[in-house]
């Protein structure tokens, strides 16, 4: 029996006298299902992808400026401009046709032009890495704010995005990488006071994963690695809210109360749970503090100890902050940003606190599907790890510069690469000696680091860390000069140059090119716009 809408359907067709046949009908059903089935949410990535299978498919149809780009059409091939020089005739009669040049190896993500040879240079930090070019997958951004230091990583983060790496964009505090993953089908979590909860603790989505590994020895060694990562990340976050360094007997207290709460990994207890724990007064915990019987004794050991834990809780000043069970739990194998632009950056407690969360659930989720792939036999997946604004986390806390320092030596093994942004070298200038030169051995480690424009007086810190010619240093002076250009639509003269270093060979200077795809996801600057339109993006966006 038809249904009263095919019914209906039908009636209309004889109406106008055109019936279609019932295998012809069938066929029509059948091709609209499949397509509804195999339909998916347009993207703004889908859309250049789109466009891009538009082109090369008309292309097949007509020649074009190199020949038919077709199997047997012959096409010539790409050829860069030559490096153009002047000088008198006596100079340069022996030039011509004596002369043999090389450009600048062709590996990476493209990036843009060489200001001196016009000819393309490519680069990123994996890519050089795995052609053994250099020694570390770590790169170093420097530069003044504006001068297009985001719009190059994206650059890099979205090329490497489509040749399978990764990207995991963690405290993004502006932000800046929200509108690019969201356009990859990324996942974008959001982590700010009033929005979602990050429990601490809470490690049984790793716990859970490791749990289906058929290699014992691999698996007690991950499940060793998250009790690691979990009293670790516990112990530095109640030391924040101390604003000191937890004594011996605290952090085992807090250890011992976690394990006791949570001995599996898959029952991760609350900020509440494990304060009104240490408040019982259990007797191991008395044991285990030297008070025994004496219960003032112990209620005087743990009393700092309870008052940072009570700080963090719904009563504290961040409500549930980090009292609730998590939100979201990141998901391993797909591009990530933690949006953290709701944190008051001016509360360093609570941003080196958000800072210090999102890296360590972004390194243990790498170590966890490492494990995972590693005893399934598939080849495991490499990531890239933006760490934009780094100023703000050494602000937020000196000591996070331990941390950074540890994730920089051991990302390497780990399958991980990683850029790192900031302004200048005076922002990795810390309070004493020792934290300086941990901070600024991240410039020395990065054997790709590339040169925005700075300040004169900045040249003097950047020469302890590697030589630079006078023509260097007059390039990244001349480029914070905005005389001359910026005027309305148009871009700043010097938006988006860069030098390429790579240990002491002398520098790439390049300028980023953008193509239009890229400006909607690029551009820093929305909250300026004066409509927010499509078309003052496309005239005002791009390099930032």
């Known amino acids: 029996m038809m249904s009263p809408r095919k019914t209906r359907e039908h009636s209309q067709a004889e109406a106008s006298g055109l019936v279609l046949s019932k295998k012809d009908a069938a066929r029509l059903e059948r091709e609209d299902r499949r397509a509804r089935q195999t339909a998916k949410p347009v993207t703004g990535l889908r859309r250049v992808f789109a466009q891009i299978q538009s082109d090369r498919k008309e292309s ?5 400026s190199t020949g038919w780009n077709r199997p047997g059409g012959g096409p010539v091939g790409f050829v860069e401009r ?11 009669c022996g030039y011509w046709p004596f002369i043999a040049g090389s450009g600048v190896d062709l590996v990476g993500a493209p990036l843009g032009v060489d200001l001196r040879r016009r000819s393309l240079v490519c680069a990123d930090p994996i890519s050089w890495f795995t052609s053994e070019l250099i020694r570390n997958p770590s790169a170093f951004v420097l530069g003044q704010p504006g001068l297009g230091k985001s719009s190059l990583v994206k650059r890099m983060v979205a090329v490497l995005l489509d040749w399978g790496i990764i990207p995991m964009a963690l405290s993004d505090a502006r932000p800046d990488y929200v509108d690019l993953i969201r356009a990859a089908d990324g996942q974008v979590i959001e982590f700010a006071p009033g929005r979602a909860h990050i429990n601490p603790m809470d490690m049984s989505a790793f716990a859970a994963a490791l749990a289906d590994v058929k290699n014992a ?6 499940l060793n690695d998250l ?7 516990m112990s530095g976050l109640v030391a924040m809210f101390a604003r000191r360094s937890l004594e011996p007997h605290e952090t085992t207290i807090l250890s011992h109360a976690i394990r006791t709460l949570d001995p599996e990994l898959t029952t991760p ?12 007064r259990p007797a191991t915990l008395r044991t285990l503090t030297l008070t025994h019987e004496d219960e003032n004794a112990y209620d005087s050991r743990v009393q700092g100890l309870l008052d940072a834990l009570i700080s963090m809780g719904p009563d504290g000043l961040y409500g549930n902050l980090f009292s609730r069970p998590t939100s979201a739990h990141i998901i391993p194998g797909k591009p990530v940003v933690f949006d953290v632009s709701g944190v008051n950056e001016n509360d360093t407690v609570l941003m080196a606190a958000v800072q210090s969360l999102c890296w360590n659930l972004g390194t243990v989720t790498v170590a966890t599907e490492k494990i995972v792939t590693t005893d399934l036999g598939i080849p495991p997946k490499h990531y890239l790890l933006v760490m934009d604004e780094l100023w703000k986390v050494l602000r937020a806390s000196e000591q996070m510069v331990y941390f950074v320092d540890s994730l920089t030596r051991l990302n390497r093994g780990r399958g991980i690469g990683q850029i790192m942004i900031t302004h200048t070298m005076n922002d990795l200038k810390l309070s004493s000696e020792t934290l300086t030169d941990v901070a600024w051995g991240f410039v020395n480690r990065s054997e790709m680091v590339f040169l925005g424009g700075l300040a004169p007086d900045e040249m003097g810190n950047l020469e302890t860390v590697f030589a630079l010619s006078n023509t260097e240093k007059s390039w990244i002076t001349d480029w914070t000069d905005d005389s001359g250009g910026g005027m309305g639509s148009e871009r700043r003269p010097h938006t988006g140059k860069f030098i390429l270093k790579t240990g002491k ?7 980023v090119i953008q193509v239009e795809a890229e400006i909607a996801v690029t551009d820093t600057n929305q909250a300026w716009k004066n409509n927010g339109s499509a078309e003052d993006s496309a005239l005002d966006g791009g390099l930032v």
Not at 60 to 64: K, N, W
Not at 82 to 92: A, D, K, M, N
Not at 505 to 510: A, D, E, Q, S, Y
């Open 60 to 64: 097949l149809t007509r020649p074009g």
């Open 82 to 92: 030559p490096y153009e020089l002047q000088g008198t005739t006596v100079q340069l």
């Open 217 to 222: 020895n691999a698996r007690e060694e991950g």
């Open 227 to 233: 009790r690691t990562q979990q009293l670790s990340l």
């Open 269 to 280: 207890a609350l900020i509440p749970d494990l304060t009104k724990f240490i408040q019982s």
């Open 505 to 511: 060979r002398p520098g790439i200077p390049f300028k």
